[in-house]
């Protein structure tokens, strides 16, 4: 379901760019940081151990947290279990609910337990921001939901997966972004003519909406609008009744702009 000439739409397109340039930056970065673990991974005759995996680490996300201006409130990289083990090179920054009361400047290492005959240990390769990229290989964004592990609020996770000789998974990259945050950045971007626009993820689930009846984490309900989703492939589509609704891909993020009639 394509738009038809002479159909009347939203501007989603200013939505789409605009979406992207909070998102693709915090993309590029984590490719950087594949990219930089991967050859301290891959050198010839040395052992990447988990000493020098946090400190490599720890210095790529303490420039991250240092430049963030609020809305990255955790980054690292989780190793795939055959590579280093169950073992979380993650960091918490001082903005996170989560982080003990840290001024804004600071950071700490997330605890957790990484032996898996202790009783309260779990298995994060069952989680969505792990399971996604190291099945399709491709970037991930996981959320929104409410991170009791790392962040106590609404979360984004971006992930990236990252490779060993271009096949050996060994571990995801990736960065907790505030959801709050990206809203207070987002939304005054968000014009498409006076009409409400929402961004969901791939289970239609709202990350930001300029809709105050939409609360971030519903699920947008929209007939057809399941199917459109299945699909990463469609172009600029309507839907809804009347298809007084426009549907657009927001490049590689795995997000979606629904833009429709004004909110009553």
Same mark, same amino acid.
């Given at each position: 379901? %394509?738009?038809?000439?002479?159909? %009347? /739409?939203?501007?989603?397109?200013?939505?789409?760019? #605009?979406? =992207?340039?909070? +998102?693709?930056? $915090? +993309?590029?970065?984590?490719?950087?940081?594949?990219?930089? $673990?991967?050859?301290?991974?891959?050198?010839?005759?040395?052992?990447?151990?988990?000493?020098?995996?946090?400190?490599? !680490?720890?210095?790529?996300?303490?420039?991250?947290?240092?430049?963030?201006?609020?809305?990255?409130?955790?980054?690292?990289? $989780?190793?795939?279990?055959? +590579?280093?083990? @169950?073992?979380?090179? @993650?960091?918490?920054?001082?903005?996170?609910?989560?982080?003990?009361?840290?001024?804004?400047?600071?950071?700490?290492?997330?605890?957790?337990?990484?032996?898996?005959?202790?009783?309260?240990?779990?298995?994060?390769?069952?989680?969505?921001?792990?399971?996604?990229?190291?099945?399709?290989?491709?970037?991930?964004? /996981?959320?929104?939901?409410?991170?009791?592990?790392? /962040?106590?609020?609404?979360?984004? %996770?971006?992930?990236?997966?990252?490779?060993?000789?271009? #096949?050996?998974?060994?571990?995801? !990259?990736?960065?907790?972004?505030?959801?709050?945050?990206?809203?207070?950045?987002? $939304?005054?971007?968000?014009?498409?003519?006076?009409?409400? !626009?929402?961004?969901?993820?791939?289970?239609?689930?709202?990350?930001?909406?300029?809709?105050?009846?939409?609360?971030?984490?519903?699920?947008?309900?929209?007939?057809?609008? %399941?199917?459109?989703?299945?699909?990463?492939?469609?172009?600029?589509?309507?839907?809804?009744?009347?298809?007084?609704?426009? +549907?657009? @891909?927001?490049?590689? /993020?795995?997000? =979606?702009? !629904?833009?429709?009639?004004?909110?009553?």
């Amino acid at each position: 379901m %394509t738009i038809a000439p002479g159909h %009347t /739409t939203p501007p989603t397109d200013a939505c789409v760019a #605009s979406i =992207a340039d909070v +998102f693709d930056p $915090v +993309f590029s970065r984590l490719e950087q940081w594949a990219d930089l $673990v991967e050859r301290s991974a891959a050198r010839p005759g040395r052992v990447l151990d988990r000493a020098e995996l946090d400190l490599l !680490v720890e210095k790529l996300v303490r420039a991250e947290f240092d430049d963030s201006n609020g809305c990255v409130i955790g980054a690292g990289f $989780v190793s795939a279990p055959n +590579f280093m083990g @169950w073992h979380l090179a @993650w960091w918490l920054g001082g903005k996170n609910a989560a982080s003990g009361g840290l001024p804004a400047a600071g950071i700490r290492h997330l605890e957790t337990v990484e032996d898996p005959l202790e009783e309260s240990f779990r298995d994060y390769t069952a989680l969505e921001w792990w399971r996604v990229p190291a099945r399709t290989g491709r970037r991930h964004i /996981t959320g929104p939901y409410v991170d009791y592990l790392c /962040t106590d609020e609404y979360t984004l %996770t971006l992930t990236l997966p990252v490779y060993r000789g271009g #096949s050996e998974l060994i571990g995801v !990259v990736g960065i907790d972004l505030s959801v709050d945050q990206i809203e207070r950045d987002l $939304v005054p971007r968000l014009d498409a003519g006076g009409v409400a !626009v929402t961004i969901i993820n791939a289970s239609g689930r709202v990350v930001v909406s300029t809709d105050a009846h939409l609360a971030t984490g519903a699920l947008l309900r929209l007939p057809g609008l %399941t199917e459109l989703l299945a699909d990463r492939t469609l172009p600029t589509t309507t839907l809804g009744r009347g298809n007084a609704h426009s +549907f657009q @891909w927001c490049g590689r /993020t795995g997000l =979606a702009v !629904v833009a429709g009639p004004a909110p009553g």
